[in-house]
């Protein structure tokens, strides 16, 4: 079953975007998604190929992301075969850029690697945190949104 | 929406947080650590002024150079106060070893500590006494004495402490250190006297490296630096991409890259040729430390994959062809080694005798690397560079030698071909242990001093246990049940053993009062001598745990002061506690020393003060650091010069203090530690045996190998007739990058335990096809000795007709298929070595198949 984002839950969520941050505040222990997420639109389930990723920014312009149709199902997969996944683009280990290459992604700083059908789980390579999957969304005309982050994307202590 | 619990915001650790430093509590490499600890409700800001840290958080952390605080770094835990606190633990950025680098084990440090919302509430809290199928709480009081009358009444019953077995660690890191390996140290060797004794991993009280120690050659001899600074470096049955992690990423890697090429220039001689590394390694198995380094560097790496057990003559077989091609310098020879015995090596290992063509061809039938192959190291190994420079070789070499068959003559063949070569001593070369766990040995003198050349070998203990003897096992920090070998007739006779005691204790009643318990326990263990009595002392409820009458509950690494080296580079520093243990856990030392002065009062009530001054050791051990301090007394004098550093213990820390640990941080102290002769100070030791070798006359000691003899009984029996149709596939076994040892902590992780669900064997591509088998089956892999469920990984990581498996896995270890095989020589086991079969089940177990993940581990193309 395709999941699809309807159009009420979709202004819900873009009218609820903003990404501040709040000094000194108090701290946020619930699991993600703990803060309020823009629904970006990545592309249309038409455009979408298997085995050909699709990169973009998520939740901001410094987070690039990458989509992904992998031909096998995935846990959180999203489209016909339910293997449309996201995830953040920045090894959870140092930050180095992750490539899909292959069915998975793999980080040449030191060669961690990341199963997209396994919720981004670190299968080789030092990083302890999986990589975060961003999960999505699907409108009736087939449009794909990023809508969330499940998992801390390196380099921060706050998604937004 | 997630599989496993994840977060998108993580607590900032205030400016007032409580700022520890420590190291990583798992591998060998012992990365820097830094460990926050602040009360929940209060959290920093993201103005460098407003956090612990010191950084601008409010914009992202720039990749490599940045501080790594991920979602699996943080934990909240509860103190005596009965209050919560945030416990971050972040890799230390002003470590030399790890520079803010971190690895998937260590890296999850925080989600270790003891925490009410997570796996890791389930550790053991009080102590427990079995009573008929169940356990119930009783307070250290009873314990103590329970513990004290038994071991006293065996002692006076038998007059000696034969009869009293115990399975300890010996070694640092993992919340042990000098200060526990002291107290256990002091209690079985200066109190007690007991020689049933095993280490951790193993059936004996040994050395796992005898043959290079008993050449003069400590086997923690290279600084890290060298690993930057080798010509080649030699990897040879380690994998140190999954076991070793960082020292490989942070220090070998850049040096294949070329990227310490300016550091080479600045240390070798004037006009010393400077070029990237050479890498190779020696290995069964494609392994990732291959395959990574293939990537980077395609033309300066090679594998070598000999037969398993074969080694040894691989290594005599390079040798040779060093010998041959004359990459040696005789002056150093004659200058630093001893030249008789140099007689007996070039008969027995060298074989000068053969001519080199027929040695070569011998060498290739045994070892199955081709003489080409075998030349070529030689010359990545030794061939002297332009201008007639030295080559600089770094060996380190692993489990897959020191677990192979033939123990001692396996890490003795490696060691002198190091030797011949002149590759120790000198920056950028070195040989020795990569290691598995940090260290941090100091006792009193061991049972057993040396191998059977040097009053050895020591006693199998489990077979002394399997046997039917002892009467009281004490199992400390370690899971026999798992990390054994003969692990399946292990487990089922130590199963058999304590039934019998629990049996006839529940017999007309339990017991009532401590007293009482004791009592009926001595005389079952005197007229039923197959009963067995059995303590564990842990962190958590282990499988050895089922079957115990005692459960003790230890401190876990954070909850006490304690101090270690690491393998890499022998660096002494303080892992400082950062929280109290939960409920009436005790660190290790002070329940050793409890004990004794529990058995004391005893021996005292009876009028028997001498006896009674011997387990009193402890009485004056009021912190850490009082131990640590004791320790120290064990070492020899260690006012040195350089000149004379191989005279000393490994260890030595005479004259440290937890103050000079303080003040040093990260940068720790190099042991053996001297106090120089000239300046009184204390120095650290950068690397050994550049002036003079580990003997009584400074002179390294050649040894003749043996000869090719074949397998070992326990595995021949597989390789002839009807059972080598049988049992078709050669079995070997090691670990995986993602979890550590039996994995106790990782169980209770979901981010390991759901990547890692099953035992795993790896099936080459091509056995996989003929047995119509798939990455995610599973299958029952089966021999004489034992068996057990594993998923199959699909991987060329294992030649056809090999088979992997996986190490110590909680949901069934691949020692149980292990023969009971031990070296002659050391009694140390073959881990890595026997025959077996596989069938696929019938069936499946979806939900792990849906959860793990099966993608190619050795694979980075
Ligand atoms: S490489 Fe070893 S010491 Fe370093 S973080 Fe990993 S497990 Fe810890
Ligand atoms: S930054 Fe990706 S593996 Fe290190």
Same mark, same amino acid.
């Given at each position: 079953?395709?999941?699809?984002?309807?159009?009420?839950?979709?202004?819900?969520?873009?009218?609820?975007?903003?990404?501040?941050?709040?000094?000194?505040?108090?701290?946020?222990?619930?699991?993600?998604?703990?803060?309020?997420?823009?629904?970006?639109?990545?592309?249309?389930?038409?455009?979408?190929?298997?085995?050909?990723?699709?990169?973009?920014?998520?939740?901001?312009?410094?987070?690039?992301?990458?989509?992904?149709?992998?031909?096998?199902? @995935?846990?959180?997969?999203?489209?016909?075969?339910?293997?449309?996944?996201?995830?953040?683009?920045?090894?959870?280990?140092?930050?180095?850029?992750?490539?899909?290459?292959?069915?998975?992604?793999?980080?040449?700083?030191?060669?961690?690697?990341?199963?997209? @059908?396994?919720?981004?789980?670190?299968?080789?390579?030092?990083?302890?945190?999986?990589?975060?999957?961003?999960?999505?969304?699907?409108?009736?005309?087939?449009?794909?949104?990023?809508?969330?982050?499940?998992?801390?994307?390196?380099?921060?202590?706050?998604?937004? | 929406?997630?599989?496993?619990?994840?977060?998108?915001?993580?607590?900032?650790?205030?400016?007032?947080?409580?700022?520890?430093?420590?190291?990583?509590?798992?591998?060998?490499?012992?990365?820097?650590?830094?460990?926050?600890?602040? +009360?929940?409700?209060?959290?920093?800001? +993201?103005?460098?002024?407003?956090?612990?840290?010191?950084? %601008?958080?409010?914009? +992202?952390?720039?990749?490599?150079?940045?501080?790594?605080?991920?979602?699996?770094?943080?934990?909240?835990?509860?103190?005596?106060?009965?209050?919560?606190?945030?416990?971050?633990?972040?890799?230390?950025?002003?470590?030399?070893?790890?520079?803010?680098?971190?690895?998937?084990?260590?890296?999850?440090?925080?989600?270790?500590?003891?925490?009410?919302?997570?796996?890791?509430?389930?550790?053991?809290?009080?102590?427990?006494?079995?009573?008929?199928?169940?356990?119930?709480?009783?307070?250290?009081?009873?314990?103590?004495?329970?513990?004290?009358?038994?071991?006293?009444?065996?002692?006076?019953?038998?007059?000696?402490?034969?009869?009293?077995?115990?399975?300890?660690?010996?070694?640092?890191?993992?919340?042990?250190?000098?200060?526990?390996?002291?107290?256990?140290?002091?209690?079985?060797?200066?109190?007690? *006297?007991?020689?049933?004794?095993?280490?951790?991993?193993?059936? !004996?009280?040994?050395?796992?490296?005898?043959?290079?120690?008993?050449?003069?050659?400590?086997?923690?001899?290279?600084?890290?630096?060298? =690993?930057?600074?080798?010509?080649?470096?030699?990897?040879?049955?380690?994998?140190?991409?999954?076991?070793?992690?960082?020292?490989?990423?942070?220090?070998?890697?850049?040096?294949?890259?070329?990227?310490?090429?300016?550091?080479?220039?600045?240390?070798?001689?004037?006009?010393?040729?400077?070029?990237?590394?050479?890498?190779?390694?020696?290995?069964?198995?494609?392994?990732?430390?291959?395959?990574? !380094?293939?990537?980077?560097?395609?033309?300066?790496?090679?594998?070598?994959?000999?037969?398993?057990?074969?080694?040894?003559?691989?290594?005599?077989?390079?040798?040779?062809?060093?010998?041959?091609?004359?990459?040696?310098?005789?002056?150093?020879?004659?200058?630093?080694?001893?030249?008789?015995?140099?007689?007996?090596?070039?008969?027995?290992?060298?074989?000068?005798?053969?001519?080199?063509?027929?040695?070569? @061809?011998?060498?290739?039938?045994?070892?199955?690397?081709?003489?080409?192959?075998?030349?070529?190291?030689?010359?990545?190994?030794?061939?002297?560079?332009?201008?007639?420079?030295?080559?600089?070789?770094?060996?380190?070499?692993?489990?897959?030698?020191?677990?192979?068959?033939?123990?001692? %003559?396996?890490?003795?063949?490696?060691?002198?071909?190091?030797?011949?070569?002149?590759?120790?001593?000198?920056?950028?070369?070195?040989?020795?242990?990569?290691?598995?766990?940090?260290?941090?040995?100091?006792?009193?003198?061991?049972?057993?001093?040396? *191998?059977?050349?040097?009053?050895?070998?020591?006693?199998?203990?489990?077979?002394?246990?399997?046997?039917?003897?002892?009467?009281?096992?004490?199992?400390?920090?370690? %899971?026999?049940?798992? *990390?054994?070998?003969?692990?399946?007739?292990?487990?089922?006779?130590?199963?058999?053993?304590?039934?019998?005691?629990?049996?006839?204790?529940?017999?007309?009643?339990?017991?009532?009062?401590?007293?009482?318990? @004791?009592?009926?326990?001595?005389?079952?263990?005197?007229?039923?001598?197959?009963?067995?009595?059995?303590?564990?002392?842990?962190?958590?409820?282990?499988?050895?745990?089922?079957?115990?009458?005692?459960?003790?509950? =230890?401190?876990?690494?954070?909850?006490?002061?304690?101090?270690?080296?690491?393998?890499?580079?022998?660096?002494?520093?303080?892992?400082?506690?950062?929280?109290?243990?939960?409920?009436?856990?005790?660190?290790?030392?002070?329940?050793?020393?409890?004990?004794?002065?529990?058995?004391?009062?005893?021996?005292?009530?009876?009028?028997?003060?001498?006896?009674?001054?011997?387990?009193?050791?402890?009485?004056?051990?009021?912190?850490?650091?009082?131990?640590?301090?004791?320790?120290?007394?064990?070492?020899?004098?260690?006012?040195?010069?350089?000149?004379?550093?191989?005279?000393?213990?490994?260890?030595?820390?005479?004259?440290?203090?937890?103050?000079?640990?303080?003040?040093?941080?990260?940068?720790?102290?190099?042991?053996?530690?001297?106090?120089?002769?000239?300046?009184?100070?204390?120095?650290?030791?950068?690397?050994?045996?550049?002036?003079?070798?580990?003997?009584?006359?400074?002179?390294?000691?050649?040894?003749?190998?043996?000869?090719?003899?074949?397998?070992?009984?326990?595995?021949?029996?597989?390789?002839?007739?009807?059972?080598?149709?049988?049992?078709?596939?050669?079995?070997?076994?090691?670990?995986?990058?993602?979890?550590?040892?039996?994995?106790?902590?990782?169980?209770?992780?979901?981010?390991?335990?759901?990547?890692?669900?099953?035992?795993?064997?790896?099936?080459?591509?091509?056995?996989?096809?003929?047995?119509?088998?798939?990455?995610?089956?599973?299958?029952?892999?089966?021999?004489?000795?034992?068996?057990?469920?594993?998923?199959?990984?699909?991987?060329?990581?294992?030649?056809?007709?090999?088979?992997?498996?996986?190490?110590?896995?909680?949901?069934?270890? *691949?020692?149980?298929?292990?023969?009971?095989?031990? %070296?002659?020589?050391?009694?140390?086991?073959?881990?890595?070595?026997?025959?077996?079969?596989?069938?696929?089940?019938?069936?499946?177990?979806?939900?792990?198949?849906?959860?793990?993940?099966?993608?190619?581990?050795?694979?980075?193309?």
């Amino acid at each position: 079953m395709t999941q699809t984002l309807s159009r009420r839950r979709f202004v819900q969520l873009t009218a609820a975007a903003t990404a501040l941050f709040a000094a000194g505040g108090k701290a946020q222990l619930g699991y993600a998604p703990s803060l309020t997420y823009p629904a970006v639109k990545v592309a249309n389930l038409s455009q979408v190929k298997t085995g050909q990723p699709i990169t973009f920014n998520y939740p901001d312009a410094s987070s690039p992301a990458i989509l992904v149709k992998l031909g096998r199902p @995935a846990i959180g997969g999203v489209g016909r075969e339910r293997d449309i996944v996201a995830f953040s683009a920045l090894c959870t280990h140092m930050g180095c850029p992750v490539q899909y290459e292959g069915g998975r992604f793999l980080c040449r700083c030191h060669y961690s690697m990341f199963d997209p @059908a396994k919720a981004g789980q670190t299968y080789q390579g030092l990083a302890s945190s999986w990589l975060p999957q961003i999960p999505l969304r699907v409108d009736g005309k087939g449009d794909i949104y990023a809508v969330a982050v499940a998992g801390l994307i390196w380099g921060r202590v706050k998604n937004v | 929406m997630a599989l496993i619990p994840r977060r998108d915001q993580l607590p900032i650790p205030p400016k007032n947080a409580k700022v520890y430093n420590t190291v990583c509590q798992y591998c060998n490499v012992g990365c820097g650590y830094k460990v926050y600890v602040w +009360p929940v409700g209060e959290q920093g800001g +993201p103005k460098p002024s407003q956090n612990a840290f010191g950084l %601008d958080l409010s914009t +992202p952390q720039p990749p490599l150079a940045g501080q790594s605080y991920t979602e699996t770094m943080h934990a909240v835990t509860v103190g005596r106060d009965g209050q919560q606190y945030h416990v971050v633990i972040v890799p230390a950025k002003d470590s030399p070893i790890n520079r803010g680098d971190y690895s998937i084990r260590g890296g999850t440090n925080a989600l270790t500590v003891w925490s009410l919302d997570r796996g890791t509430q389930d550790r053991l809290t009080y102590p427990l006494l079995r009573v008929g199928d169940q356990f119930q709480a009783i307070t250290w009081q009873d314990a103590l004495t329970l513990m004290g009358l038994l071991i006293k009444g065996i002692r006076d019953r038998d007059g000696n402490d034969d009869n009293i077995a115990v399975k300890c660690y010996d070694h640092g890191g993992s919340g042990q250190g000098f200060e526990d390996n002291y107290g256990a140290g002091k209690l079985f060797f200066a109190a007690l *006297s007991v020689k049933h004794i095993a280490i951790h991993n193993r059936p !004996a009280y040994n050395s796992e490296v005898w043959g290079s120690r008993e050449r003069g050659v400590h086997e923690l001899n290279y600084t890290y630096e060298d =690993a930057r600074l080798a010509d080649t470096i030699v990897l040879w049955g380690a994998n140190p991409y999954e076991t070793a992690t960082v020292f490989y990423v942070e220090h070998m890697l850049p040096n294949i890259q070329g990227a310490t090429v300016a550091e080479k220039q600045q240390v070798f001689e004037r006009g010393e040729p400077a070029e990237p590394g050479y890498l190779i390694v020696i290995d069964p198995r494609k392994t990732s430390s291959y395959t990574v !380094a293939a990537q980077v560097a395609p033309d300066r790496v090679m594998l070598l994959r000999p037969n398993l057990g074969t080694d040894y003559i691989l290594a005599n077989a390079i040798a040779r062809a060093v010998w041959e091609k004359g990459y040696y310098d005789m002056a150093y020879l004659q200058a630093r080694t001893d030249m008789a015995l140099f007689e007996e090596y070039k008969a027995k290992s060298l074989k000068l005798s053969v001519p080199y063509a027929e040695f070569m @061809a011998q060498a290739e039938r045994i070892t199955g690397v081709s003489r080409a192959e075998i030349e070529k190291a030689a010359d990545w190994i030794a061939k002297p560079k332009a201008g007639r420079f030295k080559r600089r070789t770094l060996t380190i070499y692993e489990k897959g030698i020191i677990w192979n068959m033939k123990n001692y %003559d396996q890490v003795a063949a490696i060691v002198q071909l190091a030797v011949l070569t002149h590759n120790i001593g000198r920056p950028g070369t070195g040989c020795g242990r990569q290691g598995g766990h940090q260290e941090g040995y100091v006792r009193p003198p061991a049972p057993t001093p040396g *191998s059977i050349y040097r009053g050895g070998p020591p006693v199998n203990v489990d077979k002394f246990l399997t046997d039917g003897k002892g009467k009281f096992y004490w199992v400390i920090a370690n %899971d026999p049940y798992l *990390s054994t070998p003969n692990n399946q007739v292990f487990r089922k006779r130590i199963h058999e053993r304590t039934e019998k005691l629990t049996k006839a204790l529940g017999a007309g009643g339990e017991p009532g009062t401590i007293r009482e318990r @004791a009592q009926k326990i001595l005389d079952v263990l005197y007229q039923d001598p197959d009963a067995l009595f059995m303590v564990v002392q842990d962190i958590y409820m282990t499988e050895t745990a089922r079957d115990a009458h005692l459960i003790l509950p =230890a401190a876990a690494w954070g909850e006490a002061n304690d101090t270690s080296i690491n393998c890499n580079s022998r660096l002494l520093r303080l892992y400082e506690k950062f929280m109290d243990p939960p409920g009436e856990a005790k660190p290790d030392w002070e329940i050793f020393k409890l004990v004794g002065l529990r058995i004391a009062e005893l021996y005292r009530a009876e009028g028997k003060a001498q006896e009674a001054a011997k387990f009193e050791f402890g009485k004056d051990w009021k912190t850490d650091e009082d131990v640590f301090l004791a320790g120290a007394e064990e070492f020899g004098d260690n006012r040195v010069s350089e000149e004379d550093e191989a005279k000393l213990e490994a260890e030595n820390y005479k004259g440290v203090t937890y103050k000079l640990l303080k003040e040093l941080g990260q940068k720790g102290i190099q042991t053996p530690v001297r106090r120089d002769p000239k300046t009184g100070k204390l120095v650290g030791t950068v690397r050994r045996y550049t002036y003079k070798f580990g003997t009584p006359d400074g002179k390294f000691k050649w040894y003749g190998t043996d000869d090719w003899e074949g397998y070992p009984a326990e595995v021949a029996k597989y390789l002839e007739g009807e059972k080598a149709r049988q049992y078709p596939f050669w079995v070997t076994t090691g670990r995986a990058q993602t979890i550590w040892q039996t994995a106790y902590h990782d169980r209770r992780l979901p981010e390991k335990a759901l990547a890692l669900p099953l035992p795993y064997v790896e099936v080459n591509p091509e056995d996989a096809r003929r047995l119509g088998l798939q990455s995610g089956d599973l299958v029952e892999v089966y021999n004489e000795e034992g068996n057990g469920t594993f998923l199959v990984y699909v991987t060329d990581a294992v030649k056809p007709g090999t088979l992997f498996l996986v190490m110590y896995h909680w949901r069934g270890t *691949s020692n149980s298929l292990v023969s009971g095989y031990t %070296d002659p020589k050391t009694t140390i086991p073959w881990y890595k070595g026997t025959r077996a079969n596989l069938r696929k089940v019938a069936g499946a177990i979806p939900s792990v198949q849906q959860t793990a993940s099966v993608l190619q581990q050795n694979k980075f193309d």
